[in-house]
């Protein structure tokens, strides 16, 4: 066959390049006003024009302690968390080769879950450990999961694949789906507090979650940004990504490891917010139509879902609060199938 | 450059797919290996590779176990076409033959595109020129046909800058121009720049063609191996493959292997000792 030297021709070149330009500045835009507003709005109105003076430490009263003490800390956990479980999910995703991957599916979600139901329904009074009892739950639960899914191996090392995880992971969901089911039986009368945890809240989050999330987040998304070109070619499979220099077990124990305490940290100080590590990968992907940068940008498109949900879920209904899943899914789940609807994607 | 296998055996399972195998491919050489399914065609490739653990025996590269190379420096060398073809979602051409460089890219290079960009982008031009991709360049692999999308996956092995490359069963799934036009460029890459060429492929006509070297592989020992004229012959055609048949060389530079089943016996049961093959 003679190779016909087509001329350069990219019709779709100009409009993919625009849409990876805007699409980040749009996200952008979205967090810093979602920032701007998580702090202006609630019970008590605050300005936009005051917030300047307060966060730079002019501020006085009142509106300066609601402000840094209440609002800023909330939503930057808010943040945080969200872009943890979109950075999860990405990893995921990607490692597991399954677009229907989330944080969910490594048995991170439902061990936070379980953990969490065990503290509010047998030990109410330990409240306060319920961040750290989540996050070793979520963690626990992770690596059983990765033990579950190796094997040894006849020929060459042993290691994982990404079907045996799926499959470890939705056995070890149904089994602790199974325990909490039964703790919800038994414990009927603490059902409420459950169930809230379960949907996921912000309500009264602080400082202390900020600073218990942030090293978790920090390490997670380092990672994750680091290792992110080579578990995109892991989607190669195995033998390829092995002989084209990539340490494939090696790989998929960090994503794995980064992936768990980004979900485990943002379980443990959010509750169980479904929906964000699964779908804003997705968008992220359908907006951009193209995996570059997912990392960051997935990284700030979940922390503006999160933030935006978290403000509806306070304003709503209020002054009581909507769990913030509920907001997630009744908002994000609409856009994304409009996005599907519309891009034809995965067919 | 020689690459070397030294007695291999190589168990999958319970299964052994490889009984000590020895086989040495020198500098530039272009090798053909066929044999009938389930004979360790691919699995001999993987293990020459590096990528499969033999039971015993061992394969070196320029004298020295692969154990001994690390991954990177490997990935320097020899470069697999493997026959499942995963498609990485949402990729260009570009993108995924980008992917091949990873081995030339430095770990903090996706914190700092730095002086090694232009040599990057000149090793995927050429890539992609060799296989006649570039002017996809900014396509998506989903949008690309079967013969498009296997060219772009060659481009991205040889964007490893490979001596050796290794491909199994390249030309499954194309049409007869695409598998021609495929072999033209393994052995002009051979013959330009002396990449040795090790091929595991189905159509013995082909393999008599195109390849001055052919190893028939069967129950996991080598059969035959030398030139395509002498491997292809009646015997090897009935032992290993079960046929009647014999390589015809009525047109000059065009030889080709005719074969037809052997209706007494059929297909021959997977069972049949070895010893009655050889």
């Known amino acids: 066959m003679s190779v016909v030297a087509a001329p350069h021709h990219a019709p779709t070149a100009p409009t993919r390049s625009t849409r990876r330009l805007l699409t980040p500045a749009a996200i952008t835009f979205i967090l810093v006003l979602g920032l701007a507003l998580s702090l202006a709005l609630g019970a008590v109105r605050i300005p936009i024009a005051e917030l300047w003076p307060i966060l730079t430490g002019d501020g006085e009263g009142s509106a300066e302690r609601i402000v840094l003490h209440a609002r800023l800390p909330r939503a930057l956990v808010a943040l945080l968390a969200g872009a943890n479980l979109a950075v999860a999910g990405v990893l995921l995703q990607g490692v597991t080769r399954n677009p229907l991957a989330d944080p969910g599916i490594i048995g991170v979600t439902a061990g936070a879950g379980m953990a969490a139901t065990i503290v509010l329904a047998a030990f109410p009074q330990a409240a306060h450990a319920l961040p750290l009892a989540a996050f070793l739950g979520a963690m626990a639960s992770a690596i059983f999961v990765y033990a579950v899914s190796w094997t040894p191996g006849g020929s060459g090392s042993g290691g994982t694949s990404p079907v045996r995880m799926v499959l470890a992971g939705v056995a070890v969901n149904a089994i602790l789906g199974a325990v909490i089911g039964v703790l919800i039986t038994a414990y009927a009368d603490r059902i409420p507090a459950i169930m809230f945890w379960t949907a996921g809240s912000f309500n009264g989050r602080g400082w202390s979650h900020f600073w218990q999330i942030l090293p978790y987040s920090a390490l997670g998304l380092t990672l994750a940004f680091l290792i992110r070109s080579r578990v995109r070619i892991l989607e190669l499979g195995d033998d390829s990504a092995s002989t084209m220099g990539i340490p494939v077990e090696r790989t998929r124990v960090l994503a794995f490891a980064a992936a768990a305490l980004l979900a485990g940290s943002a379980a443990s100080v959010a509750g169980l917010v479904g929906f964000v590590g699964l779908v804003v990968p997705h968008i992220v992907r359908l907006a951009m139509g193209s995996n570059r940068l997912i990392v960051p940008i997935s990284a700030f498109a979940g922390g503006a879902l999160l933030l935006w949900a978290d403000l509806a879920a306070r304003t709503v209904l209020a002054p009581s609060e909507l769990p913030v899943g509920v907001v997630t899914g009744l908002v994000g789940g609409p856009y994304f199938v409009f996005l599907l609807y519309k891009s034809g994607w995965l067919r | ?278």
């Open chain 2, 1 to 278: 450059m020689t690459l070397a296998a030294h007695e291999l055996t190589v168990n999958l399972g319970t299964t052994r797919v490889l009984n000590g195998v020895s086989i040495a491919i020198a500098p530039g050489e272009m090798v053909a290996i066929i044999g009938p399914n389930g004979s360790g065609k691919s699995t001999l490739l993987r293990a020459m590779a590096g990528l499969i653990k033999p039971a015993t025996g061992d394969t070196t590269l320029d004298g020295k176990s692969l154990r001994e190379y690390s991954k990177r420096a490997l990935a320097h060398r020899r470069a697999l076409l493997t026959q499942a073809a995963d498609l990485p979602q949402l990729t260009t051409v570009r993108e995924h033959v980008a992917m091949g460089r990873h081995a030339h890219t430095s770990p903090l290079a996706t914190l700092i595109r730095g002086a090694n960009q232009a040599d990057h982008n000149t090793a995927l031009d050429a890539a992609m020129d060799r296989c006649g991709v570039a002017h996809l360049a900014h396509r998506r692999m989903e949008a690309l046909s079967g013969g498009e999308r296997q060219r772009v996956r060659l481009a991205t092995t040889l964007a490893q800058r490979p001596d050796i490359l290794l491909l199994d069963e390249p030309l499954t799934g194309l049409d007869i121009e695409h598998q021609l036009s495929l072999l033209g460029l393994l052995g002009d890459l051979n013959a330009a720049q002396g990449t040795t060429i090790a091929c595991v492929i189905h159509d013995l006509g082909l393999a008599l063609r195109h390849f001055p070297r052919v190893v028939a592989v069967h129950q996991g020992r080598i059969a035959a191996d030398g030139p395509g004229e002498r491997v292809l012959d009646a015997e090897t055609l009935e032992n290993v493959f079960g046929v009647e048949g014999a390589a015809c060389f009525d047109l000059p530079g065009h030889p080709v292997v005719v074969c037809r089943s052997q209706p007494a016996r059929g297909p021959r049961a997977p069972s049949s000792s070895p010893a009655a093959a050889l």
